[in-house]
Nanobody
Framework: QVQLVESGGGLVEAGGSLRLSCAAS????????MGWYRQAPGKEREFVGL???????NYADSVKGRFTISRDNAKYTVYLQMNSLKPEDAAVYYC???????????????WGQGTQVTVSS
């Protein structure tokens, strides 16, 4: 059983910063892509960014230059550093991790439980 535990959400003023963390635990053989999505009220879940196992990153245009994704492979953890936050960044943020539980298993994608980010104007 694999679990993803997110932390770091909260309330911040516009222009401020937050750092989200997502730690994977359980039966893990290898982790491929780790990423972040977000969902605002009344909207569909949208892609924020991802980082490959080799450290290559990709971001949504709306967060480029403000958000940075990093990972600690030894800790099975992915981070989302969010700077210059805007009210439109407010949403529930979900981590998304693609991993293999054993050398015999296919890779699967898991979701975190979500963490709320609120940005006051």
């Amino acid at each position: 059983q694999v679990q993803l535990v997110e932390s770091g959400g909260g309330l911040v003023e516009a222009g401020g910063s937050l750092r989200l963390s997502c730690a994977a635990s359980g039966r893990i053989f290898s982790i491929n892509v780790m990423g972040w999505y977000r969902q605002a009220p009344g909207k569909e879940r949208e892609f924020v960014g991802l980082i490959s196992s080799g450290g290559i990153t990709n971001y949504a245009d709306s967060v480029k230059g403000r958000f940075t994704i990093s990972r600690d492979n030894a800790k099975y953890t992915v981070y989302l550093q969010m700077n210059s936050l805007k009210p439109e960044d407010a949403a529930v943020y979900y981590c998304n991790v693609n991993l293999r539980e054993s050398h015999l298993s296919q890779s699967r994608t898991y979701w975190g439980q979500g963490t709320q980010v609120t940005v006051s104007s």
